[in-house]
């Protein structure tokens, strides 16, 4: 079994596309590990907000197997070239996949967003703060407690199959990244 960490995103009817990409992550992986949903600026695309979060799962799939079950889903929930760019339904992408480093099936690992985006890096250290980024030898709790970006994002009240996946105290002793 291989840990694999993935980003999940949305801009477009964000909670739906996010619940039915879980369901269907969950179908095909079995048991989720969740980070708290974020709400976070568009980057790279010209659209709405984002709501973001990283999903840690076992896999036996190939990287190249589970990339292809990754963009059915997308394309089972609307995921196409749209005539509005900018809107996405839902996006998912292999962040990191057990300790593999450099370019394999196409695919750059760890992916590049992993420490440039607060709104991956921020709840990959949540999901799993004492893993390390392969090719680094940094864990992921102490590359989010040395990023120094400027993206704001915010924790938001996410609930799936009737778990809470933003804890309270998150939401109530939250303070943007810039002002701490």
């Known amino acids: 079994m291989t840990i ?9 009817e964000r909670e739906y596309h996010l619940q039915r990409g879980l369901d ?4 095909l992986c079995g048991e989720l590990q969740l980070s708290p949903v974020f709400e976070s600026d568009a980057v790279g695309v010209l659209g709405k907000r984002f709501y973001n ?3 840690a799962v076992e896999t036996r799939l190939a990287l190249a197997d589970l990339n292809a079950a990754l963009k059915a889903i997308e394309a089972a929930c609307g995921r196409r070239e749209s005539p509005q760019p900018g809107r996405i339904t839902l996006d998912i992408d292999v962040l ?4 593999l480093a450099g370019v394999h099936d196409g695919i750059t690992l760890p992916r590049p967003e992993v420490t440039r985006n607060a709104f991956v890096l921020w709840p990959l250290a949540l999901v799993a703060a ?3 980024l392969p090719g680094s030898g940094q864990t992921f709790g102490q590359l989010w407690e040395g990023w120094q970006g ?4 915010w924790p938001v009240a996410f609930t799936w199959r009737g778990r809470s996946l933003t804890p309270v105290e998150l939401l109530a002793g939250y303070q943007p990244r810039e002002a701490l």
Do not use: F, I, P, R
């Not at 694999?4 to 477009?12: E, F, Q, R, S, W």
């Not at 269907?24 to 179908?27: F, G, I, N, S, V």
């Open 4 to 12: 694999v960490y993935l980003g999940v995103g949305a801009n477009t």
């Open 150 to 153: 400027n993206q704001a994002l």
């Open 130 to 132: 004492q893993a390390k």
């Open 24 to 27: 269907a992550l969950a179908e």
């Open 53 to 55: 979060m990283v999903v």
């Open 96 to 99: 990191c996949y057990g300790d």
